[in-house]
């Protein structure tokens, strides 16, 4: 059972949501269930696909608040060094950027948003092989019934 961060939108903004997949159950194949777990499959399949991709846009939308909030945070270092007088290069901004908290903050978000999405995105992936699996075990299954109802020569 892992659990799953997603954003959705509300009148107010944006709203996140934790949800708990059963990756074991989804991801376990049987030949005593086969063909409810063929039935269930696509749902599934879907189901996954959406909350990837809602994991995919809520990284794009971290990954744009994190250059936001590097942009924000090296204007600031510029503004301070003019106002003091002191002169600053550029790898001493992007130096005192990378330390800033909020770009930490938002660095840190991004890097979360993102592992989330490869690890669902991996998830689906894993549940299109599945359903490849399933209908070879169902072709084989056919193959030997068939096998066990031919007349014996």
Not at 64 to 69: F, G, I, S
């Amino acid at each position: 059972m892992i659990e799953v961060d997603y954003e959705y939108r509300t009148d107010e903004g944006w709203a996140t949501q934790t949800i708990k997949l059963d990756v074991d159950l989804d991801m376990s194949l049987s030949d005593e269930t086969l063909n409810d777990d063929m039935c269930a499959l696509p749902r599934t399949i879907a189901y996954y696909s959406e909350i990837s991709a809602e994991c995919q846009a809520m990284t794009a939308r971290r990954k744009n608040y994190m250059e936001v909030a590097e942009a924000a945070a090296s204007q600031r270092i510029r503004a301070a060094a003019k106002e003091s007088g002191d002169k600053i290069t550029e790898p001493g901004i992007k130096e005192q950027v990378v330390s800033d908290d909020a770009v930490r903050e938002a660095r840190d978000l991004y890097y979360e948003a993102d592992r989330q999405h490869r690890m669902l995105d991996g998830f689906y992936r894993a549940l299109r092989e599945k359903a490849s699996i399933s209908i070879a075990i169902c072709y084989k299954q056919k193959e030997e019934m068939r096998t066990m109802n031919s007349p014996l020569e």
